[in-house]
């Protein structure tokens, strides 16, 4: 059911890069990861800023196995996240903090050698 929203959105939009964020999670869900990228890599495309994008770029690289992108990916979120308060909501995180999601893109930084 999401699919098809998602897959009705951007036949009208294409251009809707929260519709290409919640089809890529679905695809990731789905183990689709080459799918979820494609969708993904959408996402950052259509809005550089999307620091939630950035961010599940670096997790979908760590399951198809590029510890290279997926540190530059995690760089990348970083780089956005300095820009914001600890306090200030990363959008389409339900909730999340970009202090929160500073510590996690830290802690896996470490983890692939790039922080």
Known sequence: MARRWCEQALAYDSLLAEAHFLLSLIHS???AFDQ???AM???VYLDRAAVLGH??????YRELGDSSR?????QDTARLLDGLSDEA???WSDGMT??????IVRRQLGEVGGG
């Open 29 to 31: 869900q789905e183990g």
């Open 36 to 38: 979820a990228l494609a």
């Open 41 to 43: 890599k959408r996402v």
């Open 55 to 60: 961010f599940s770029l670096a997790h979908l």
């Open 70 to 74: 997926e540190r530059k990916s995690l």
């Open 89 to 91: 909501p990363i959008p």
């Open 98 to 103: 970009a202090g929160r999601l500073r510590y």
